[in-house]
């Protein structure tokens, strides 16, 4: 047991040299000139150099789309299927929420109508 706490007591001194390293990355833009300016964050992410061809040919042919484009427009699509796929849930549950109101109302009403009616001399004095 004496030999074992001594191994720890060592190895523990040998833990105590460590080093630290930042791992965040610098931010070179000037972000506050951008937003000053109505500039997105990022200047790479939207331009003519990221959203036109790299070259076009000089018959008129089209152009084959960048890999990047292409990864852009998939990513487009997806998100516009996606706003249509979440406002159509949207608008169901708008039109079943009316709907369960209406129910609701319907359910008093016929409540109402169905209770006891005022009988005999009652009858007569509501008249």
């Known amino acids: 047991m004496n030999q074992i706490s001594r191994l720890c007591i060592r190895n523990t001194g040998l833990i105590t040299a460590q080093r630290h ?4 990355a610098v931010r070179s833009i000037d972000q506050k000139w951008r937003a000053a300016k109505g500039l ?4 790479n992410a939207f331009g003519p150099l990221t ?11 089209t152009t084959p789309l960048g890999s990047n484009q292409k990864k852009r427009l ?13 406002s159509s849930e949207l608008d169901f549950a ?17 409540i109402m109508q169905n209770k006891l009616k005022p009988k005999g001399h009652l009858l007569l004095k509501k008249k």
């Open 21 to 24: 390293v930042a791992l965040t």
């Open 40 to 43: 997105q964050e990022n200047p």
């Open 51 to 61: 959203n036109l061809p790299d070259y076009t040919f000089l018959d008129g042919r």
């Open 74 to 86: 998939m990513k487009q699509q997806e998100i516009a299927a996606k706003i249509v796929e979440l």
């Open 94 to 110: 708008k039109q079943r929420h009316e709907r369960l109101k209406a129910a609701a109302q319907a359910d008093k009403e016929r």
